[in-house]
């Protein structure tokens, strides 16, 4: 009797010591093991929670930004895809919460390396039970290359007004040389005359509702308008808009036409 009561209270202990070590641990949705973080990374260094893009970091973070900058090479952008549950409530001024946290990462990332090109991206993942009340992880990374990463080009008409295509669901810049060289030719031209404007309207493809997309077209004219005035254009001299999914210059039916509606397009008057 006493031999069977000592091994109740044994098991008992144990049930109890496991039960609270498994509801005392971080949460990490399901959506964690789908990412593809770079480097041997252990679980719990980049946490969210709920409801908000603030990053949260402990002493494991810089193993972990190590091991992501470590993995790239010359001539490669590095993408980064904030993750975001349905039910959350995003207050940001980014279209999800996902592109507010792949942003948020970002910055962290470009703290001590200023020439790192990013990809910010976002991914709707399923529910998972607890994730309202705890810390989650919600990024993935890959390092692609620059030539494949975005197709962003430029379209230059004979008038010098100029279309620039910009990735999906991202008002960042990548490397490009065609890009680089129209907006530095533009940006000499209004310096040598300061009595014109330049007029920047953005634009977005249909996907995903009327009002995000909107603030995404006027961010994607926003950048446009910041690279000109780091080349020493006059904010006077510069008009940025955003109007959105409108005015579609192809079908939004295909992948392929929906780039072409993902643009800014630039005149000179």
């Known amino acids: ?4 009561q000592i091994l109740i209270l044994i098991i008992s202990a144990l049930v109890l010591f496991f039960s609270h070590r498994h509801m005392s641990q971080e949460y990490c949705p399901t959506c964690c093991s789908e990412t593809a973080v770079i480097g041997k990374a252990t679980a719990g260094p980049l ?3 709920w409801n908000s893009a603030e990053t949260i970091t402990n002493e494991k973070f810089l193993a972990l930004k190590s091991a992501i900058l470590s993995d790239g090479t010359e001539g490669e952008s590095l993408e980064i895809t904030g993750h975001y549950f349905a039910d959350e409530v995003n207050d940001t ?5 996902g592109l507010a946290r792949a942003v948020a990462v970002s910055e962290l ?3 001590e390396n200023p020439d790192l090109k990013f990809i910010t991206k976002s991914k ?7 994730a309202e009340a705890n810390t989650f992880e919600s990024m993935s990374y890959a390092w692609i290359s620059n030539e494949d990463s975005s197709k962003e080009r430029v379209e230059i008409e004979e008038t010098g007004d100029a279309r620039i295509l910009f990735p ?3 008002s960042d810049k990548i490397d490009s040389p065609a890009v680089d060289n129209y907006l530095d030719s533009i940006a000499e031209k209004l310096k040598a005359n300061k009595e014109l404007k330049v007029y920047i309207v953005g634009y977005t493809d249909s996907l995903g509702e009327p009002g995000p997309n909107r603030r995404l077209s006027e961010r994607r004219a926003k950048k446009i308008r910041d690279i000109l005035k ?6 006077s001299q510069i008009v940025p808009s955003g109007r959105g999914e409108a005015d579609a210059v192809a079908p939004n039916t295909s992948e392929a036409s929906r780039q072409l509606n993902r643009r800014v397009e630039i005149s000179i008057k």
């Open 93 to 97: 001024e980014y279209e999800n919460l």
């Open 168 to 170: 999906f669901n991202s």
């Open 124 to 130: 709707l993942v399923s529910m998972q039970e607890g």
């Open 109 to 111: 990332l470009k703290v």
């Open 1 to 4: 009797m006493i031999l069977r």
């Open 47 to 49: 946490l969210f929670n």
């Open 230 to 235: 780091k080349k020493g254009v006059a904010h």
